[in-house]
Structure formats: C-alpha cells, structure tokens
C-alpha cells in the first residue's frame, strides 16, 4: 500500500555531487521522521541522516558538512544532497520513513528499494 520511490542514484568522480530524491506515497496519514541510509559492500546498513518533521537534523560524522537532508511535508519527499563525494560513500542508498498509515493505529517504518551511487575516478 505504501511505497517510497527513490531516484538520483548513479556514478559519479570523487568530489562531484549527486541529489537523492524519495517520495512517498500510498495511504499515509502522517509521516514522521525521514532519513536516508547507506550499505557499503562488505558492511553493514548505517545511518547517513535524519529528518524530523519539525525539521530537527541528524548526521553521520563521516558525511557532516558534506551532505544535506531536507523534506516537503506537502510533498511526501525528502532529500539528500551530496557534495564533495569521495570513494567511501560508495554504497547502496535506502530511504526510510516512520508513518502512520490510519489515525488509530502505530507507527511503522517503511523503506525504498534502494539506490546505487558508486563514487570512482
């Protein structure tokens, strides 16, 4: 019933940029927080970053001052700006969303599919 669409993923030099976009949609009633995620080969998934609905921010070490996680509410949508990208953020990007799908019911996550973004001179 809901689905988080990403797109933006490819291949890009080291120090290039790349946006990341994922939108959501589906029978949603609200959408909390948003973040996006990475897997590098080999490794485990990590947090890259987190949006609030409020617009509170959270990143990784690795990525602050790098990257930049925003959202549209009236939109669905969040998302991630990246700059200055180096050969470790080579990995496979997920977005992530906690909803609520009905007015009385909990909150549960939902992700994308995934997107590649391969970093390479």
């Known amino acids: 019933q809901v689905q988080l669409v990403e797109s933006g993923g490819g291949l890009v030099q080291p120090g290039g940029s790349l946006r990341l976009s994922c939108a959501a949609s589906?029978?949603?009633?609200?959408?909390?927080?948003m973040g996006w995620y990475r897997r590098a080969p080999g490794k485990q998934r990590e947090l890259v970053a987190t949006?609030?609905?409020?617009?509170?921010?959270n990143y990784a070490d690795s990525v602050k001052g790098r990257f930049t996680i925003s959202r549209d509410n009236a939109k669905n949508t969040v998302w991630l700006q990246m700059d200055s990208l180096k050969p470790e953020d080579t990995a496979v990007y997920y977005c992530?969303?906690?909803?609520?799908?009905?007015?009385?019911?909990?909150?549960?996550?939902?992700w994308g599919q995934g997107t590649q973004v391969t970093v390479s001179s």
């Open positions: 589906g029978s949603i009633y609200s959408i909390f927080e």
């Open positions: 949006i609030g609905s409020a617009g509170t921010t």
């Open positions: 992530n969303a906690d909803l609520l799908i009905r007015r009385y019911s909990s909150i549960s996550g939902y």
